[in-house]
C-alpha cells in the first residue's frame, strides 16, 4: 500500500470536485445536508450543550 | 431544498431595499472556490438598514420581509427554501472589510455576492476553531488564494503572528 499514492489521488478527486460549475457544487450541497438531515434526524444545527457548532460572529456596534 | 432559491431571495430583499449589502460566507462561501463539503446552514452576512430614527441597527425588517414571503424562525435561524438561514452583522474589521470588497459571481444567471477566497482563508485563521484551520488547509492546497492580497489582508487585521504560529504548526515541512 503506497500511502502517498493514495493521498495523491484524494487531492487529485477534491480538485475535480472543486473545478466543477459554482451551480452544479451549490446543488450538491443540497443533497449533502439533506442527507446530513436524514442521518442526524434535525434540519438544523444543534445548540444542545456539550455540542460543537459554529458560532455567530460577536457584535460589537461601532462607537462614534 | 435549493441554495439558489436562498440566494434569488436575498437578491430581491437588496433590490428592494430591505438590505444594504451583502456576501455569503461560512462553508456555502468556501464552496465557491473548493470542493463542497456537507453544512447545515448557510451565513449571510449583511449590513442591516437603519430605520429611519431608529438609533440602534435592526434586523427586524429583514426578518418581517422573510415571515411575510412564509419564512419561518427556527431558534435562530430563519428557514428560506429550506435552509436554515443565519443573518449576521460584520462584527470585526476583517468582516467588515471581507464584506465591502465581496465578489459577484454568476450562479446560472443569479448574481450571488460572496467573500473573496482571500478574505474567507483571513476569516478562518482569524476564527481559529477546528473546522476553520481545515479549512484554511484546503484554501492553501487548493491553490486558489493570490499570496500578496492574502498577505495584505494579513497586514491589515494584525493575522501575521497568527499567521506564523499556523505555518508552523501546519505547514512546518513546506518551509
Not at chain 2, 432559491?5 to 451583502?22: K, L, P, R, S, W
Not at chain 2, 455569503?24 to 452576512?45: K, N
Not at chain 2, 425588517?61 to 412564509?70: E, I, M, N, T, V
Request: proline share 6%.
Amino acid at each position: 500500500m503506497n500511502l502517498q499514492k493514495i493521498l495523491e489521488s484524494k487531492r487529485a478527486l477534491r480538485q475535480v470536485h472543486a473545478a466543477r460549475p459554482i451551480a452544479e457544487k451549490l446543488r450538491m450541497l443540497d443533497v449533502l445536508r439533506e442527507r446530513e438531515v436524514a442521518i442526524r434526524g434535525t434540519g438544523t444545527p444543534s445548540t444542545a450543550p456539550g455540542i460543537l457548532r459554529e458560532a455567530a460572529v460577536p457584535w460589537h456596534p461601532k462607537s462614534k | 431544498m435549493k441554495i439558489q432559491d436562498v440566494i434569488a431571495t436575498i437578491n430581491q430583499m437588496q433590490a428592494e431595499g430591505v438590505i444594504d449589502c451583502y456576501a455569503i460566507g461560512g462553508a456555502v462561501g468556501a464552496t465557491f472556490y473548493l470542493e463542497p463539503v456537507a453544512t447545515l446552514d448557510v451565513d449571510i452576512f449583511v449590513a442591516f438598514r437603519a430605520e429611519p430614527g431608529a438609533i440602534i441597527v435592526s434586523p427586524k425588517p429583514l426578518f418581517d420581509y422573510l415571515k411575510a414571503r412564509g419564512a419561518t424562525m427556527m431558534g435562530e435561524y430563519i428557514m428560506v427554501a429550506g435552509w436554515p438561514v443565519q443573518f449576521l452583522p460584520p462584527g470585526t474589521p476583517l468582516v467588515e472589510e471581507a464584506l465591502g470588497q465581496a465578489v459577484v459571481r454568476d450562479v446560472e444567471g443569479i448574481p450571488a455576492r460572496v467573500f473573496s477566497a482571500e478574505h474567507l482563508a483571513a476569516i478562518a485563521l482569524q476564527t481559529r476553531r477546528a473546522k476553520d484551520k481545515a479549512r484554511l488547509l484546503q484554501f492553501i492546497e487548493a491553490g486558489v488564494l493570490d499570496a500578496q492580497r492574502f498577505q495584505e489582508i494579513l497586514d491589515r487585521n494584525s493575522l501575521v503572528d497568527t499567521w506564523r504560529r499556523f505555518e508552523r504548526q501546519f505547514l512546518g515541512e513546506q518551509q
